[in-house]
């Protein structure tokens, strides 16, 4: 029993350090409601004590995939019915496989029947192109790793993989030594995109907190949203220019929502 209390807490922690600000788990209770019958979550969120399966739960334990009732099948393949473990891993392989759902080259079309907006955008791309044919581009986990319920690169970060690439000494790779410097800012701008949203969802919280009406300003944080989804879909062709476009779109837009929610609801500041 302590054990496990243990486990847990350190379960929880890693999140948290994970997922700052994110922890999306209500109760610990009803985390798991949605998989009483998963046999892949059953099995792997008791008896883990492999290094690398206990991290692997507690990354999805703690994502938005848990949340919407995205099993290890969905991903992995195998047979989430199936009770014992060999049984259900008929079909799991390691992603080195290259038949495995998750090799770089299939993982677009994993992911892909459910974001299929953004997985068709992708494989449009010269990226996938490259990646299907020469083996070599980014592909979906290249940037969303494991959970892929956030993006783990810092603007920063993001410019230094597109420089691996686009800046790198190899002659076989493609030159282009403008992208990553390109890419940080609009990554940048994606950021306060999300942050300005942020900002307004809170306001308009407060807002019903105190009954007021901001029918006007609710009906304009959805063309926010709408900017700000198609940048992001737009960044899954590599088209920056329009990424940034749409983005910075999202920020002044989403400003004036918050601004205008501002005046409404603290007129004295
Ligand atoms: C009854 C327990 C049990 C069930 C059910 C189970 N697993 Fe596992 N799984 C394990 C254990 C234990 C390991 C550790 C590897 C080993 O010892 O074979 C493992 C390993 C894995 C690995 C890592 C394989 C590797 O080579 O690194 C993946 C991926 C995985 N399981 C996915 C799944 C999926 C997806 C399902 C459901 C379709 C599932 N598991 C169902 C117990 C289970
Ligand atoms: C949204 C899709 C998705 C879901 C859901 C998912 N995984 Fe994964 N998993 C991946 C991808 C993609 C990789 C390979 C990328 C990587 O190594 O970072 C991976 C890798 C792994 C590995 C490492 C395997 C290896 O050979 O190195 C383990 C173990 C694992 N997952 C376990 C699980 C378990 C257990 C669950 C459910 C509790 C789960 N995953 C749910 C996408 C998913
Ligand atoms: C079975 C369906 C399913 C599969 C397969 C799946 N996802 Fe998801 N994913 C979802 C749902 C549902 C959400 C919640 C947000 C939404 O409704 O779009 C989500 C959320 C995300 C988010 C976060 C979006 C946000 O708003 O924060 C990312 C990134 C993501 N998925 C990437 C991936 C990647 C990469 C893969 C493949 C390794 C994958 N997904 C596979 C269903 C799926
Ligand atoms: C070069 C890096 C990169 C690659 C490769 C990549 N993504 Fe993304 N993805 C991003 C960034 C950046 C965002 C926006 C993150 C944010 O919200 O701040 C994103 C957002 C998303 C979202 C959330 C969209 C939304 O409207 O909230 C989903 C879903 C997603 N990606 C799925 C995928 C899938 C599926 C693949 C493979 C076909 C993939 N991504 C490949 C960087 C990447
Ligand atoms: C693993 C290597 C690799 C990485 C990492 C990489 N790229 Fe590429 N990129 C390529 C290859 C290969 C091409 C195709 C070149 C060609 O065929 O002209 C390409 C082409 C492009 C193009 C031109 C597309 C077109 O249609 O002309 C853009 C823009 C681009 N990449 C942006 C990025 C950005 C932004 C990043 C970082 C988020 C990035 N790339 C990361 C390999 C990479």
Redesign the pocket.
Known sequence: MLKKLILLAAVIALGIMLFPGKTTFSSSQDALAAFRSNSCVDCHSKSNTQLKLTTRYAEWHM???R?????CE??HGGDSTAKEQAKAHVGVLAGSAPNSR?HPKN??E??????KE?ASTFTESKHYQNLKTAGIGPT??T??E?M????IYTPEQTSKLCASCHDSTNALMPKRPEIPGKADEVMQSIRRANMVVIWADRLVDDAHNKKMDIAEEEKEMKVVRGLRAEA?VSWHAFNLDVVRKKADSAFEEGTKVKDALRKKLYPNQ
């Open positions: 994502s938005l995939h949340d919407k009732g995205v099993g969905k991903c998750l993982l677009p994993t992911c892909g029947t459910c974001h953004i979906c986990s940037c969303h494991h892929a319920s956030d993006v992001k």
